[in-house]
């Protein structure tokens, strides 16, 4: 019998997966395929990848847990490194696959490589792709995607009201898989264009892997019930327990949004339902509106002038960046979490906020560049959530201010952690540096007048 494609993308899971559902239903003998797309690793205008090394990290271990899954049910995953658009056609005519089961896309490049794949397939391939990525499915919310509002709230309420959660999908027990095919290896990093020591250079935040998304999904509720007090420490930014960690495995797909959500309903039953567990679901709520709006949006949510036809002025300064991209603007509270980004692909929504708020409004650098500098490291690289949170910083929210965040969050051994040069100082010398002229750590670039009240008051606080 003639096999079918599946073609894994960021739905890196077997359970509650509607495409793969689909494809076991056809009881057709199934190829599983992956393609590492090679896009993923040239570098962009401003000088780096769009996935760097933590991400190609983070990808290897979702995809070869995935592999071992797959073949744990006598089936296998073929992966290969280039251009989907050009290497699905070639296995459609080799093996005579009539139709490709996927997960259906929603952002501009992703739906491009879909019409070039479609532009190269024969007229008869049928390409059966299943909506996956949010939590309401995009047919049951009361709103046609041109019809998204604006604001969130007028999304939120009448979707909550109107909406309801789909059931999930079993995981499949059995495969059918098509034999004459066997799994191959995840590309090396030479092949990607990476070298060993920008590999040994990062220690990626969370293991990837199904596995280890449904072990971190049980840990956080059941295990160890900080779920319970999410609501009050989810601004914070040190360690595993003040927020769930579920980013970089609903990235990738390794876990579904609807498998959260049916976890705290029963978690809610169990253990306790208060503002925390209603505020999880809340946070993936966001996660939808984003993406349903960027859809709206198109592709103006990539571009500098944004889409709210507000103006700021950028002075683009090139050292200013590299200051940034490398944690040594002197500024603690955002270097802090600028090196922990670099070196483990995670950091907070607290830190997102401060660094993205610091670059574009204090050193007046294009938000664009930032975005992109994100997109290139984090494991929880999600297009909408990326480039929708940078849009608002940039021109949606107030400014932040990280010399007051810095001691709201009581962030001081935090900065400890992630500023070697600072690791020995006391709490003054550990929020304002320059004040102790700290050596080995760099001075600030300049030190503005609305940072006054907050460095008065860290003064007051801490001076002898
Ligand atoms: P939790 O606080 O435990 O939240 C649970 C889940 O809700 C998250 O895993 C995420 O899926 C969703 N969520 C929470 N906050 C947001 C939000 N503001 N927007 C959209 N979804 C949210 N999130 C990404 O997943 N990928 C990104 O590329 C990304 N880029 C960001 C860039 C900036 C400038 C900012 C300010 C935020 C960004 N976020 C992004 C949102 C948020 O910071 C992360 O989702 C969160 O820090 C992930 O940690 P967590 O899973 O422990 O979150």
Known sequence: ???????????????????????????????????????????????????????YLFLKESVEDLQEKLEGLDAHLMIEFGKAEELIPKLVKKYGIQTIFAEREYASEE?????????????????????????????????????????????????????????????????????????TDFPGYRKCGFYKKELDAVSIYEKGGEAAALERLEEYTFGSENLTGYRWSRNKSMGMDYSSKFSPYLAVGSLSPRTIYFKIQEYEKKIKKNQSTWWLVFELVWRDYFTFKAMRIGNAIFKTEGFRKKKLEFKNDQKLFQRWCEGKTGIPFVDAHMRQLNQTGYMSNRGRVNCASFMVHDYQIDWTWGAAYF????????????WMNWHMQAYEIWYTNPIHQSLKYKSADFIRNWIPELKNENDFSVYLPWENDVSDYPKPDELFDKWGRSINKIKKKFED
């Open 111 to 183: 739906l491009e490589i879909i019409d070039n794949l479609k532009a190269s397939l024969p007229e008869e391939t049928e390409l059966d792709f299943s909506w996956g990525k949010t939590l309401y499915h995009i047919d049951d919310i009361p709103f046609s995607i041109d019809k998204i509002p604006l604001t969130s709230k007028a999304y939120r309420i009448p979707t909550g009201k109107k909406t309801s959660v789909r059931d999930t999908f079993k995981t499949p027990k059995k495969l059918k898989a098509f034999k004459e095919v066997e799994s």
């Open 375 to 386: 997109e290139s490291k984090l494991i929880d690289y999600d297009v909408t959530s990326n």
């Open 1 to 55: 019998m003639k096999p079918v494609l599946f073609w894994f993308k960021n739905d890196l899971r077997l359970h509650d997966n509607e495409a793969l559902h689909k494809a076991v239903n056809s009881e057709k003998p199934i190829i599983f395929f992956f393609c590492l797309d090679e896009r993923l690793f040239k570098k962009n205008d401003l000088g780096f990848r769009k996935a760097d090394a933590a991400r």
